[in-house]
């Protein structure tokens, strides 16, 4: 079976460092692109970024470029979304997704990760 | 960036009625070499990760009921759930994957009536 296993949640600070985690199972982790996905309260999804686990390639939505790091240890099938200076506007819930195998949708997701920041 | 516009944002219909949700891309998603369009539509229960239910705009995806289906072609597109069940409430979406960023509907929640 397929799985992704995230990170669990965290509280932050303003200006704190972070880094979540997303544990791919069941499948050929280097083989296909996972994605990061964000979640604002109550909102809609916002696709951030996606990456290839086998080359490391990666692509950004111009809204999370610079705001945000993707990458993958391919050693132990992880993904990661990294902050350098969180700040409140980040509070969200992140979801991980694999890109399917004939085409780039997301399946399956990981649980999510609640993200809060708060002074 | 492409961008995709569901209508409504909100919807009550009765159980066993059907409900119809729009979204429309701001460029075509149809790629002409293969005449797929590059659309999926997810749902999203409170408290999970969203779920894929259709893929290349009308593909179910496996396991998914039969009163779920996708049309449209290039820049308009449709959900149907032909006969609401109470299990259905939730939050639906359509996302392009024609090219990135792969960009998602803002979302139409789905009650009963």
């Known amino acids: 079976e397929v799985q992704l296993v995230q990170s669990g949640a965290e509280v932050k600070k303003p200006g704190e460092s972070l880094k979540i985690s997303c544990k791919g199972s069941?499948?050929?982790?280097?083989?296909?692109?996972i994605g990061w996905v964000r979640q604002m309260p109550g909102k809609g999804l916002e696709w951030m970024g996606i990456?290839?686990?086998?080359?490391?390639?990666?692509r950004y939505s111009p809204s999370f470029q610079g705001q945000v790091t993707i990458s993958a240890d391919k050693s132990i099938s992880t993904a990661y979304l990294q902050w350098s200076s969180l700040k409140a506007s980040d509070t969200a819930m992140y979801y991980c997704?694999?890109?399917?195998?004939?085409?780039?949708?997301?399946?399956?997701w990981g649980q999510g990760t609640l993200v809060t920041v708060s002074s | 960036d492409i961008v995709m516009t569901q209508s409504p944002d909100s919807l009550a219909v009765s159980l066993g009625e059907r409900a119809t949700i729009n979204c429309k891309s701001s460029?075509?998603?149809?790629?002409?070499?293969?005449?797929?369009?590059?659309l999926a539509w997810y749902q999203q229960k409170p408290g999970q990760p969203p779920k894929v239910l259709i893929y290349?705009?009308?593909t179910r995806e496996s396991g998914v009921p039969d009163r779920f289906s996708g049309s449209g072609s290039g820049t308009d597109f449709t959900l149907t759930i032909s006969s609401l069940q109470a299990e259905d409430v939730a939050v639906y979406y359509c996302?392009?994957?024609?090219?990135?960023?792969?960009?998602f509907g803002q979302g139409t929640k789905l009650e009963i009536k």
């Open positions: 997704a694999k890109v399917a195998m004939a085409g780039d949708w997301f399946d399956p």
């Open positions: 069941g499948y050929s982790f280097t083989s296909y692109w």
């Open positions: 990456i290839y686990p086998g080359d490391s390639d990666t």
């Open positions: 460029q075509s998603v149809l790629y002409s070499s293969n005449d797929k369009n590059f």
């Open positions: 290349w705009a009308s």
């Open positions: 996302q392009q994957y024609y090219s990135t960023p792969y960009t």
